[in-house]
C-alpha cells in the first residue's frame, strides 16, 4: 500500500520506494490545479515504484490519465526516472531548468564507454591510484538503467510562476545539488496558518536530516571552472531569505523552520572546510584528500563507485577553498597537489 499524505490546501505527498537504496523512498508531491493534478517529481523507474506512484494517485482520487503537468526539481533518477512513463500515460508536460535538461540531452547522447573513459581520465587527474583505474579502463561499456532519461518539453525559468492554473507556484533556482535544481515556492497563505511565507518544495536542496551530495558538475564539454559548493551556500542562504511557514522535502520528511535548518547547514560546511584546511598542511591530491576525510564509514571500506563519489565531493571543497582564497595549487605538481594558503 502506498503511503499517501494529505498536507492541506491541495497537496498531497506520495512515497515511492526508490529500490535497494538506504533513502528508502522519494516524497512526490501531487499538487491539484484547475486543469488537473500536477506532480512535483515522479520517482525511480522501476515496475514496483510505478504501482506505488499510480496506487498513491489513486488514493488521492485521482489517476495516472488525469495528470497535468510533471516539474522537476533535479535530472537525478530517483526524481526524474519515471517522468517520461508519465508523460506517455497521461499526455502531461514535463518541465525541468536548462541547465538539468542539458544534463539529460548529454547523457541520452554520449556513446557507450565514453562515460567511462571521460571517469577514467578524471580520476587519473585527481590522483587515483593505478589498482581503482584499471576496472574502469577494460569494463565493457554496456547500456545502464537510467541511461536514458525522458527529455523534458518545457523549460523551467527562475522567478518565473509555473503554469499551475488557479495555484501561485514560482520557481527558485537552487544550483549545487545540480546545476539546474530548482526549489518550488507555493505563495500560498499555509492551510494551518503556520507562520511565514507560503510553503516551499525543495527536492534534494534542503532536508530535515541529511546533507545532500555536492560534487562536481559532471561536464565532459565544459571547460570552465564551476563552484558547485560555492553555488549551495548561495542557493541556502537565499532559500533560508525566504522564510517559508513550511518545508516539503523530496526525502525524510516535512519540517518548518528553514532558516535554523539552513543556519545548521552553512555551519557544518563551514566546519568541514576548516577540518579539510587542516588537513591540507601538507600537499594532497583531491584523491589523497578523500581517503582523509570523514565519511560515514572507514575509507577501506567504501566501495568503488562510492569512492568516486567521495572523490568529487572533495575536489568540490577544493575548488571552494581555492575560490576562498584558502588553498592553492602546487605549481608543477602532477597530479595536481593542493594545500593551504600560508
Ligand atoms: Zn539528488
Ligand atoms: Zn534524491
Not at 516524497?27 to 491539484?32: A, I, R, S
Not at 506532480?39 to 488525469?66: H, K, M, Q
Not at 509555473?162 to 526549489?183: I, K, Q
Not at 600537499?283 to 581517503?291: M, R, Y
Amino acid at each position: 500500500m502506498t503511503q499517501v499524505h494529505d498536507h492541506g490546501g491541495g497537496v498531497h505527498s506520495l512515497r515511492v520506494p526508490i529500490p535497494d537504496n538506504p533513502l528508502g523512498h522519494t516524497l512526490v508531491y501531487v499538487v491539484d490545479t484547475d486543469r488537473g493534478p500536477v506532480l512535483v517529481d515522479t520517482g525511480w523507474d522501476d515496475p514496483a515504484s510505478w504501482n506505488a506512484l499510480a496506487e498513491g494517485l489513486t488514493a488521492c482520487g485521482t489517476s495516472v490519465a488525469d495528470l497535468y503537468g510533471v516539474i522537476v526539481t533535479h535530472h537525478h533518477p530517483d526524481h526524474h526516472g519515471l517522468s517520461g512513463r508519465v508523460r506517455e500515460a497521461s499526455g502531461a508536460w514535463i518541465a525541468m531548468h536548462a541547465a538539468d535538461t542539458a544534463v539529460v540531452r548529454r547523457t541520452r547522447e554520449a556513446r557507450p564507454g565514453q562515460w567511462l573513459s571521460y571517469m577514467a581520465a578524471k580520476l587519473a587527474a585527481a590522483g587515483a591510484p593505478e589498482e581503482h583505474l584499471a576496472p574502469l579502463r577494460t569494463a565493457r561499456p554496456r547500456a545502464l538503467p537510467g541511461l536514458s532519461p525522458a527529455l523534458p518539453d518545457r523549460e523551467i525559468v527562475p522567478g518565473d510562476l509555473l503554469d499551475l492554473p488557479g495555484r501561485r507556484l514560482r520557481a527558485v533556482w537552487t544550483p549545487g545539488h545540480t546545476p539546474g535544481h530548482v526549489c518550488l515556492h507555493l505563495e500560498e497563505d499555509h492551510p494551518a496558518g503556520l507562520p511565514g511565507r507560503g510553503r516551499l518544495f525543495s527536492g534534494d536542496h534542503l532536508l530535515p536530516e541529511i546533507t545532500p551530495h555536492i560534487g562536481l558538475y559532471e561536464d565532459p564539454d565544459d571547460t570552465s571552472v564551476t563552484d558547485p559548493l560555492g553555488d549551495y551556500l548561495d542557493s541556502l542562504e537565499r532559500v533560508g531569505r525566504l522564510a517559508p511557514a513550511e518545508v516539503l522535502p523530496a526525502h525524510q520528511h516535512g519540517f518548518t523552520d528553514a532558516p535554523a535548518r539552513v543556519r545548521q547547514l552553512l555551519l557544518h560546511h563551514e566546519e568541514r572546510l576548516n577540518g579539510l584546511l587542516a588537513l591540507l598542511s601538507q600537499p594532497l591530491t583531491p584523491w589523497q584528500l578523500a581517503e582523509r576525510m570523514e565519511w560515514n564509514r572507514p575509507w577501506q571500506d567504501i566501495p568503488c563507485g562510492s569512492r568516486n563519489i567521495a572523490v568529487s565531493e572533495a575536489e568540490a571543497h577544493l575548488r571552494r577553498l581555492v575560490g576562498l582564497g584558502r588553498a592553492e595549487a602546487v605549481a608543477g605538481s602532477d597530479p595536481v597537489t593542493y594545500v593551504a594558503a600560508s
